[in-house]
């Protein structure tokens, strides 16, 4: 994506994100995306950073409180073996 | 100075003040006030407040001990009702009446307190002028040419002239620290997990807590008591007996302050210094290494997980949809007619994070930048309390920061910090400018709330600052 609004780019966001807007919203919305980036941009340099991504603050690093997590729920628990086995199922990325 | 809600309990309790006419006074004075400040989106009925006072009446009778009976509390509109409707400040969800309460509100009416109305805020809580509502902006009771700061804007507000005795607001990255700076009450963002999050609308789940709201510490004390707690409907609810020791020492980086406007840091200089007149230990050379990366973090997570969690209003689940020929065109209409610009366009950003191609350069890298941020937190927060400006800036003039959403996401620059850490944080007053109110902010280690308070009631018979009603 270009520095400048990319108009493509916006179109596939807006599907994406099931959302519209009038050409007025979309000259605001192009400025201020630009000016988002270039916010959110700063944080690019740390994705090469060596150290694990922190979703949650009650990480076991933390050694949270010993009652934290134990109604941790696995996922694979809750879904039929076949649809496993057969990749039937895709568990989302964010699991380490 | 007016009563403290800890004065008015004491009052009720002896019998010495009759609740319906305490209750329907505060009525009286929204019915006067609240057309100008626009703190409130609804309101109860004479009748179901009646109701409410009768019933907490025969509770009192038959020997119930409760914790606030009779006392006034307003609820921030992203606060699930079943008696009030939830429109979290989005026409999406105008007169949406949730079939539960949230946790937080049954234990507020468990232990007698008034439900009087629900409050303004920022479209689904994205802002920090309370100026994005869908029900109108909010203005400051203390200059009502400035904003109230936000999101919990009517919280603040409905505390700052006077209206309830306690509140109930949000925070995901500072949105009560800011309002009770820019109104001179008291606001508690607590460690993430200690208060239960069922029924809050959310917007960014991993940095959000119900924060409860005050014009005294020692009033916040009391409505901080009562919300607090583990909740099995809360999978991210702690169940923590946590106590933690009332021997405090303040460490100050100077980021946290320096950067702020010259008046809010001579305030808060000052303020350390007779701080530290009381015995209490300061160290002035704290260094936070990571600050610059506080904003681009805490944004790029907040933007993903709203896009997320907004995705549910497609028109189908909830009340308000548009026509289409197709579920596609139907959704798209709903969302493109009833969510406010702000909300699409930090949806769209969110999207954007989570994209392929842009994960890694932004989601990922900013969960990255929030374990630095938060290890760096956790190992300041072991040795002190931190202190610093809660706002780089004064109240602002209505319409000044919202043009420029650089310049309004700079306004949250000392407050994300405890979000991305799950660490609490206080917000109270430290002094004014011009009338204008100025807020310090403590942050303290995971569940050192009780050590907050003390240091905030320290604070607060140092300063004299406290239950102010603006234009008393």
Same mark, same amino acid.
């Given at each position: ?10 179109? +596939?966001?807006?599907?994406? @994100?099931?959302?519209?807007?009038? +050409? +007025? ?12 980036? @270039? ?56 699991? +380490? | ?137 909010? *203005? ?229 930048? *929030?374990?630095?941020? *938060? ?25 000044? *920061? ?71």
């Amino acid at each position: 994506m270009s520095k400048k609004c990319d108009k493509d780019i916006i179109n +596939e966001l807006l599907d994406l @994100s099931r959302l519209n807007f009038t +050409e +007025e919203e979309l000259e605001k919305l192009c400025k201020d995306i630009d000016e988002i980036r @270039s916010l959110l941009n700063q944080v690019s340099s740390l994705s090469s950073l060596n150290v694990k991504p922190l979703y949650n603050v009650w990480d076991s690093e933390l050694n949270p409180p010993y009652s934290v997590n134990i109604e941790k729920v696995n996922i694979y628990d809750l879904i039929p073996n076949e649809r496993v086995a057969q990749n039937k199922i895709k568990i989302p990325w964010r699991g +380490e | 100075m007016k009563e403290t809600a800890v004065s008015i309990l004491e009052n009720i309790r002896k019998g010495s003040l009759e609740m319906e006419d305490y209750v329907f006074k505060k009525l009286e004075l929204i019915r006067k006030k609240d057309n100008i400040i626009n703190a409130y989106i609804s309101i109860d009925s004479e009748d179901f407040i009646l109701d409410r006072i009768n019933e907490i009446k025969r509770n009192i009778a038959s020997g119930k001990k409760m914790k606030i009976p009779g006392l006034v509390v307003s609820i921030k509109d992203n606060i699930s009702t079943n008696f009030l409707p939830t429109t979290a400040g989005s026409k999406i969800l105008e007169n949406y009446i949730p079939p539960y309460n949230a946790t937080v509100v049954e234990k507020i009416l468990e232990e007698g307190g008034i439900i009087i109305g629900k409050t303004n805020l920022d479209e689904f809580a994205m802002g920090s002028t309370t100026e994005f509502s869908a029900y109108g902006l909010t *203005r400051n009771p203390w200059d009502i040419t400035r904003v109230p700061g936000g999101s919990s804007g009517g919280s603040a507000a409905s505390l700052a002239y006077g209206s309830c005795d306690l509140s109930l607001g949000s925070d995901t990255g500072g949105s009560v620290r800011l309002p009770a700076s820019y109104t001179a009450t008291v606001g508690l963002k607590p460690t993430y997990g200690t208060v239960s999050r069922y029924g809050l609308i959310p917007y960014a789940n991993s940095l959000e807590q119900i924060s409860p709201m005050a014009r005294s510490v020692k009033d916040l004390a009391l409505i901080w008591d009562v919300i607090k707690g583990y909740d099995e409907k809360d999978a991210t609810s702690v169940n923590n007996n946590y106590k933690s020791d009332n021997k405090f020492k303040i460490c100050i980086p100077k980021e946290f302050i320096e950067e702020s406007e010259p008046p809010i840091k001579s305030t808060i200089y000052k303020l350390l210094e007779k701080i530290e007149n009381e015995g209490v230990a300061i160290e002035y050379e704290g260094k936070f290494e990571n600050l610059k990366y506080a904003l681009p973090t805490y944004y790029t997570i907040a933007f993903a997980e709203a896009a997320s969690n907004l995705a549910r209003y497609d028109g189908k689940l909830y009340p308000i949809s548009s026509e289409g020929l197709s579920y596609k065109e139907m959704s798209e209409n709903t969302r493109r007619y009833y969510f406010g610009f702000e909300v699409k366009k930090r949806i769209l950003m969110g999207v954007l994070a989570l994209s392929e191609g842009f994960i890694n350069d932004y989601y990922i890298a900013a969960t990255k930048g *929030r374990r630095i941020i *938060r290890d760096e937190i956790l190992n300041m927060t072991k040795n002190c309390i931190v202190a610093s400006s809660v706002s780089p800036i004064l109240p602002p003039k209505i319409g000044e *920061r919202i043009k420029d959403p650089l310049k309004l996401y700079a306004m949250d620059i000392y407050t994300v910090v405890a979000n991305l850490a799950g660490v609490p944080a206080l917000a109270m007053p430290a002094g004014f400018y011009n009338n204008l109110p100025i807020g310090i902010q403590f942050m303290a280690g995971p569940f050192e709330e009780e050590k907050l308070i003390s240091l905030g009631s320290l604070v607060e018979e140092i300063t004299g600052l406290y239950n102010l009603i603006a234009g008393d």
